[in-house]
């Protein structure tokens, strides 16, 4: 009796227990402040991103993506 005890009630209380412990815990509500700022902070990097890729990147040959790539596409249009 003790053997079964050992060897499968106590690791199966464990187990339990540690599902409980691995629970996901609840997470804080956004603020209209968090929303405007998140969106702020996303447009600007946004707008970084088009800079970029309309020529914003300094290069020798003065290529910028969008004259091979129109319309952020990821084909080529002379193939």
């Not at 050992?6 to 956004?30: H, K």
């Not at 990097?45 to 800079?51: A, D, L, P, Q």
């Amino acid at each position: 009796m003790k053997r079964l005890l050992s060897n499968t009630v106590v690791p199966g209380a464990l187990f339990a227990l540690s599902l409980g412990l691995a629970a996901p815990a609840p997470a804080d509500e956004f603020t209209e402040q968090d929303l405007k700022r998140w969106q702020q902070e996303y447009l600007s990097v946004v707008k970084e991103g088009e800079r970029l890729f309309h020529g914003g990147l300094p290069s020798r040959n003065s290529v910028s993506c969008d004259q091979c790539h129109p319309n952020a596409a990821n084909t080529h249009p002379e193939t």
